[in-house]
């Protein structure tokens, strides 16, 4: 899986402007060694970009674009207007290998700013346009299953 737009990166030098958090507002939640929050810095999208890479193209055999495959990074334009849940491992210590989960959130309000949501490129989502309120689509998701019940 390579994505709809294969030549898209994400920009890592500057924090998400579509998020709508400062910091984690809604902090993170921990369980043992485990800890769920959002992503919060280039760093945290670099290490779950790597982590998508390693599921998606070493473990289930996706083809890569050549700059994905240079990289060793799953990335698209949804990258930089989402928010990502990571999943962190504190045993396995502070760096790329304590990431040992992911989620990307996208709102409908961010994704009619924009090109949509990424399902709509894939699927016929039109009936859910009807329903009121806010949506989130979750995509990407990585990790071991057993994680999310965190």
Do not use: W
Request: hydrophobic letters at 35%; one cysteine or more.
């Amino acid at each position: 899986m390579s994505g709809i737009y294969p030549s898209a990166s994400i920009d890592t030098t500057q924090e998400n402007p579509e998020s709508p958090h400062e910091g984690d507002p809604l902090g993170g939640v921990r369980s043992g060694s485990l800890e769920v929050r959002l992503a919060l810095t280039p760093k945290d999208i670099d290490a779950l970009q790597a982590l998508r890479f390693r599921v998606f193209y070493e473990e289930c055999g996706a083809v890569p674009t050549s700059e994905m495959k240079r990289r060793q990074r799953d990335f698209d334009v949804f990258d930089n207007i989402c928010d990502h849940l990571i999943v962190l491992d504190r045993s396995r210590g502070d760096g790329f290998d304590a990431v040992i989960g992911t989620y990307r959130l996208m709102r409908r309000s961010v994704a009619r700013r924009h090109q949509g949501f990424y399902t709509a490129s894939e699927f016929d989502v039109s009936p859910l346009e009807g329903v009121e309120g806010e949506i989130l689509e979750l995509g990407r998701r990585h990790g071991e299953l057993a994680v999310f019940a965190v």
